[in-house]
């Protein structure tokens, strides 16, 4: 069964604490990521897309990716979700600063960019895992992860189901 839910209380609060933090978009765009991001417990199958989505799902499936957002649609591999639909809070916030990129950039400027900035990073002679770990995006959901393993506190900690994974 397909679970679709948005985010909870906890995890809006820390999402875009750390959106903001990062100053990864104005912050309207935050708080408009963090309240419109659906967390969907299935992967895309690449074939169903069309165009530049595609290609996002078959680098994020290469790379192993657990999570692959496409707009303001989060894929998520239902393994990563327990019973009561809890997911580890540092994926979903990797995962809703991809949703403030799509805002920002337009969904159009974040595939091109994205897609651009891989193919360099082939040509710059990079593996493939390289070349998508130097993606400007995904530096930057890295850099808004990490916000979040500094500032958490252990109350709040205890409240989340897991924050490393
Ligand atoms: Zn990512």
């Given amino acids: 069964m397909t679970l679709t839910r948005k985010l909870t209380a906890l995890e ?6 750390a959106l903001l ?7 309207d765009i935050c708080e408009r990521a ?3 991001t659906l967390l969907i417990s299935t992967l895309p199958q690449p074939y169903k897309l069309h165009g530049p989505r595609s290609l996002i799902a078959h680098i994020a499936l290469s790379q192993r990716a657990v999570g692959i957002t496409l707009g303001r ?5 239902s393994r990563l979700f327990d019973e009561d639909g809890g997911l580890p809070l540092s994926l979903v916030i990797h995962e809703v600063t991809h949703v403030a990129q799509y805002f920002r950039d337009g969904h159009l400027g974040f595939l091109a960019r994205y897609l651009k900035h891989y193919a360099q990073g082939l040509a710059r002679g990079l593996k493939d895992h390289e070349a998508y ?4 995006h995904e530096v930057e959901a890295r850099r808004v992860e990490d916000y979040l393993k500094q500032h958490i506190h252990d109350r709040e900690l205890a409240q989340v189901r897991t924050l490393y994974h």
């Fill in 12 to 17: 809006k609060k820390w999402c875009l604490k």
């Fill in 34 to 36: 963090v309240e419109k």
């Fill in 73 to 77: 649609k989060v894929y998520i591999t």
């Fill in 133 to 136: 770990l130097a993606i400007p």
């Fill in 21 to 27: 933090d990062a100053e990864v978009a104005r912050p």
